[in-house]
């Protein structure tokens, strides 16, 4: 596309007659995508750039070669990953949180961890959006927050589900393990700790679910962990009692989270801090 002298920004309509499209799809390829206008007019409107016009250009070429369409976002994407800043990472996967959009959400995580790594993913990206939205529930009751804080971070933990196998471990070295409490809904931090652990090339496992003690001693006894982080949120979900089980049968384990906050705990805690406790583990 040939740029104006003023670079003038196109519509909705403009876009969609020149690639050949409808709005419907401009629409779709943004909300599912995460490609698309970069400004809107004070009514909401979408306005495309010319760099828009260009991602959607090689979309629409990639499409006609026969790439399927998430595919094809996720090459523009990492194309132009240089370009996208931090800011408007978070408020893509804000406004695709809102509309619920859990695809949208994905392939947009998915980009923020191939382009930036695990750890700069969540704490530049993800978690500030997630305190956002959090701050919002808290301070006004909205449901539509809870709603938009949920579909986040199920499409996060989907998209590490995505990333890749656990890393093997390093001779003489076992895995950290890491685990939630028993009742504990808000596993998403670990999750990420434990992913950019391997993203360092640390060896580190994720025990998603429910795990009994029982299961921990054998996975424990199998691996032989360097370490065993159990997360608690809050307090309700901190097993004091699993977490001093394992202690006394010299299992390594490190209690994680503000769950734990002011109980009687035993082992080493990680620093509440996420750059401090990935540095902690990987030493």
């Not at 010319?50 to 090459?75: F, P």
């Not at 028993?182 to 391997?198: D, I, N, Q, T, Y």
Request: charge should be positive; aromatic fraction near 4%.
């Amino acid at each position: 596309m040939s740029r104006t002298p003023e670079s003038r920004s196109l519509s909705s309509g403009e876009v969609a007659r020149a690639l050949g499209v409808s709005q419907v799809t401009l629409r779709t390829w943004e909300q599912r995508y995460g490609i698309g206008a970069s400004d809107r007019e004070e009514n909401g409107r979408r306005r495309y750039t010319a760099d828009d016009v260009d991602r959607l250009r090689r979309m629409r070429a990639l499409q006609a070669q026969g790439t399927r369409a998430r595919d094809a976002a996720r090459l523009v994407l990492s194309r132009s990953a240089a370009e996208t800043t931090v800011d408007r990472r978070r408020q893509r996967i804000a406004e695709a949180a809102e509309l619920l959009d859990v695809a949208a959400v994905g392939d947009l995580v998915d980009d923020a961890l191939a382009s930036l790594g695990v750890a700069k993913s969540w704490t530049e990206v993800v978690a500030p959006v997630l305190r956002a939205i959090g701050a919002r529930w808290a301070g006004t009751g909205d449901r539509d927050a809870m709603a938009a804080e949920w579909a986040l971070a199920a499409a996060a933990s989907a998209a590490l589900d995505r990333l890749r196998a656990p890393a093997p471990a390093r001779a003489g070295r076992g895995p950290a393990l890491f685990v939630c409490g028993p009742a504990e809904r808000h596993e998403l931090p670990v999750k990420m700790l434990s992913a950019a652990l391997g993203d360092d090339g640390a060896p580190a496992m994720f025990l998603g679910g429910p795990v009994s003690l029982d299961v921990l001693r054998v996975v424990a006894g199998r691996f032989a962990p360097s370490a065993v982080v159990v997360w608690s949120m809050t307090s309700p979900s901190a097993d004091v009692r699993t977490l001093r089980t394992l202690h006394a049968e010299g299992v390594p384990v490190r209690p994680a989270g503000p769950g734990w906050r002011g109980l009687p705990t035993v082992g080493e805690p990680l620093p509440p801090s996420f750059a401090d406790a990935l540095a902690a583990l990987g030493n």
